[in-house]
């Protein structure tokens, strides 16, 4: 049964983009534009290889803002800022997930590489306001991203969480293999699985899976 493998849970972390709303809602499509125009005007290049560093940074720091701040020592304010001033009302309210997020016993949080005011528009957006403890953004990791090790215990230090007792929600598998070596039970959310020794499930539908566990 699902629901006994989590039966030591008491701390729920879920990421945000692609997580908390599916994929085909494509928010995060708006993000991307806006982020390729940012490394564009900041760096003074093409369309196409501020889409190109934008990719690169994103592989290589983990998230494009990490690469340049490392790289050209961009300031996070104004690119966190700019990159999510976008449209929320492509995002739909879940009932349904909301009800069955609240109804997980414990303590229940959003960790996300976007920063915190973005993702309490999201979480407006999508009907989930007031049923998390704590929301957490990459400023709250000092500006280090996901999937270094390093921002996952600033966060979870903040939170006082304990590993072992923390199950992590997440569609970026990368993510996922930190919170696996500390202890915690990982879920891939989703639309395609990715086998990998640091996850432990896998999901299309998170409120599905989220109902499974309440059964």
């Known amino acids: 049964m699902l629901s006994a493998q989590f039966s030591h849970i008491s ?91 609240s109804a997980l016993p414990g303590r229940k949080i959003v960790y996300t590489n976007g920063c915190a005011p973005y993702a309490r528009n999201v979480l407006e957006a999508r009907g989930l306001t007031g049923i998390f403890d704590a929301v957490y953004g990459v400023e709250h990791a000092n500006f280090r991203p996901k999937p270094e090790r390093i921002a996952f215990e600033t966060v979870f230090a903040q939170d006082n969480l304990s590993p072992d007792s923390a199950a992590m929600f997440e569609d970026e598998h990368r993510n996922l293999a930190a919170p696996h070596a500390m202890g915690m039970r990982t879920v891939h959310v989703a639309p395609e699985a990715e086998p990998a020794a640091h996850i432990h499930h896998h999901t299309s539908d998170l409120s599905t899976f989220i109902a499974k566990l309440l059964d």
């Open 11 to 101: 701390h729920w972390v879920f990421d945000l983009d692609n997580t908390l709303y599916p994929p085909h809602m494509r928010l995060f499509d708006q993000i991307e534009v806006r982020m390729t125009a940012f490394v564009q005007d900041a760096l003074g290049v093409s369309e196409d290889h501020a889409n190109h560093l934008r990719q690169h940074y994103w592989q290589r720091y983990g998230t494009t803002l990490a690469g340049l701040m490392e790289e050209h020592s961009v300031d996070p304010g104004p690119y966190l800022h700019d990159v999510h001033d976008i449209d929320f009302s492509v995002l739909d309210a879940d009932p349904a997930l909301a009800e069955r997020i």
